[in-house]
């Protein structure tokens, strides 16, 4: 943030400080231990998991040996890829950080951003799902902020994917056309790959898939849906029914688009938005998949909060 007096900025210094330990109040109140990440990730292995992360957005340098390293642009990679080589079956283990990552502006500049995350390893899936979704709601109540919190599952559409017959390339740029939820280039997507006449309706519909769960079943009716399909709608189902009656009418949204730019996720997926800012302000989910491309599969589950937005907002809403 750029200030114009000195006053702002030791206010900005002084909250930040207040909120950090906030954040680690809660993340130590719920069981969860400080974790630090490395800095450095493999580029050819960040790729190969992460085809849809664009290169040039990456901070990369050599290694004594010649190899390619980035400057880490994901943390929940980096925690992994330390914690799972050590794990021992039948363990759990919540831990949090406070930390940074590294993208590459447009412009060639490197970009830092200030992140906290909570990773749950070794829970059962449902136990950890709604503990994670209670823990994110708890956390931004905390700072008495405006939020929405968006919920999908990944299975849905997955398997959509997969009933579409979709190649490598049509699905990345399926993928990439629903994040940033562009309806012209979906529209466009649907004629040039001639999608089949059993779904060509549901993909002309599938930006329209928000709103309270009752009414996205509503919708569906209509439509053929995959057994993996119905699966996916049924596990949101079983974790709203745990959620807070209150909490869900005030900050809840289902969204069967929510995608990340990671493909790591499985399951689970959801987003936080605040007034102020366009982007998320916090995103997380399900990430069974990438615990086993480091050798073993264990349930996992955790999210990232921006913390310099969540400052700017908290900052905004009491003046």
């Known amino acids: 943030m750029q200030f114009l007096q000195l006053n702002e900025e030791l206010n900005y210094f002084k909250s930040k400080y207040e909120i950090t330990k906030e954040l680690e109040n809660v993340a130590i109140t719920s ?24 290169s040039q957005s990456l901070v990369k340098l050599l290694d004594a040996d010649g190899s390619v390293l980035i400057l880490r642009p994901d943390i929940t990679t980096s925690v992994i890829k ?28 490197i970009d ?3 992140q906290f995350g909570m990773e749950n390893l070794g829970t059962d899936q449902r136990t950890a799902d709604v503990e994670t979704i209670q823990l994110v709601i708890t ?35 399926l993928k990439q056309i629903l994040y940033y939820k562009n309806r012209d280039a979906l529209n466009q997507w649907i004629q040039k790959t001639k999608v089949s006449p059993a779904y060509q309706q549901l993909m002309e519909q599938i930006l ?9 079943q509503e919708t569906l009716k209509t439509f ?3 057994p993996k399909m119905k699966d996916a709608l049924k596990e949101l189902e079983v974790l709203i029914e745990k959620i807070d009656a ?4 005030q900050y809840i949204k289902i969204d069967l688009t929510v ?34 491309n480091y050798g073993l599969k264990i349930p996992a589950i955790g999210f990232t909060l921006n913390t310099s937005d969540l400052i700017k907002e908290v900052i905004e809403s009491n003046v």
Do not use: C, H
């Open 224 to 226: 053929e849906l995959t």
């Open 31 to 54: 069981g969860y231990t400080l974790f630090e990440p490395e800095f450095f990730e493999s580029y050819d292995r960040f790729i190969q998991m992460n085809p849809r992360v664009k």
């Open 112 to 114: 830092e951003r200030k």
């Open 246 to 249: 209150n909490d869900l009418k």
């Open 82 to 109: 330390r914690v799972i080589p050590k794990w021992q079956i039948g363990r759990t283990l919540r831990l949090f950080y406070l930390s940074t990552i590294f993208s590459r502006s447009q412009q060639g500049f």
């Open 139 to 173: 956390l931004l109540k905390r700072f008495n902020i405006p939020f929405l919190l968006e919920l999908s599952n990944s299975r849905f559409l997955s398997s959509l994917m997969g009933a579409l017959g979709l190649n490598a390339e049509d699905e990345k740029e």
């Open 259 to 292: 995608l990340s730019q990671y493909d790591y996720y499985d399951g689970l997926m959801f987003k936080a938005y605040v007034p102020s800012i366009s982007v998320p302000i916090l995103s997380g989910g399900r990430y069974d998949p990438l615990t086993q």
């Open 208 to 216: 329209n898939l928000q709103g309270s769960l009752q009414e996205i």
